[in-house]
C-alpha cells in the first residue's frame, strides 16, 4: 500500500532563518508558529499555537536565507521528518521536522526600515506565483543566480 506524507501549514517565523553548509550544500532551519482560534464551552476565545521545526535544503535553503525574516507569514509546503542523535550526556534525543519542499511569502511585513522594506517588496513583486513557489526536487537552474545574489550550487546532493 501507498502513503502519503504531506504537510501544508500557514505561519509565521519565530526567527530568521539559520544557516548551516554540510559539504557545499545549505541547510536553513526556523521554527514557525501556527495559530489556531476557537471558543471555548464558556465562550471564551482561545488562541492555541503550535510550533514547528522547519527544515530548507540545496536551493530553497539559499531562497529563504535571503528572503525570509522573522515575524513572516508564509506558506509551506512539505513533508514529516524524524531524526534521532545522541547528546553530548550520551542521551538518545528524537525529533520531528517538516522538510519544506516549496513556500510561498504572504505577507509584505519585512521588519526591516522603510528604505530596506520598499527594496525587499520591490525585489519579490519581480517574482510570479509560479516564480516565487520553489521547489527543492526541481533543477537549481531554474531558479537563476541572479535571484539567490550571484550564488550557484556545484551539485545537488540527495538528503
Request: with cysteine; aromatic share 8%.
Amino acid at each position: 500500500m501507498i502513503g502519503v506524507n504531506k504537510v501544508i501549514l500557514i505561519g509565521n517565523l519565530g526567527k530568521d532563518p539559520e544557516i548551516v553548509m554540510f559539504d557545499n550544500v545549505k541547510k536553513a532551519s526556523f521554527p514557525l508558529a501556527t495559530t489556531e482560534q476557537y471558543k471555548n464551552h464558556e465562550g471564551v476565545k482561545i488562541d492555541e499555537t503550535e510550533w514547528h521545526n522547519i527544515v530548507c535544503w540545496r536551493g530553497l535553503a539559499d531562497v529563504a536565507d535571503k528572503f525570509l525574516k522573522k515575524s513572516m507569514q508564509v506558506y509551506i509546503e512539505g513533508k514529516l521528518k524524524s531524526r534521532q542523535w545522541e547528546d553530548k550526556e550520551g542521551n538518545k534525543r528524537r525529533t520531528v521536522e517538516v522538510v519544506a519542499e516549496n513556500f510561498k511569502i504572504l505577507s509584505r511585513n519585512y521588519g526591516m526600515n522603510n528604505s530596506a522594506n520598499t527594496q525587499a517588496a520591490t525585489t519579490i513583486d519581480e517574482f510570479n506565483d509560479s516564480e516565487f513557489s520553489f521547489d527543492t526536487d526541481a533543477s537549481l537552474s531554474e531558479i537563476s543566480s541572479e535571484n539567490l545574489g550571484g550564488k550557484e550550487e556545484s551539485k545537488i546532493l540527495p538528503f
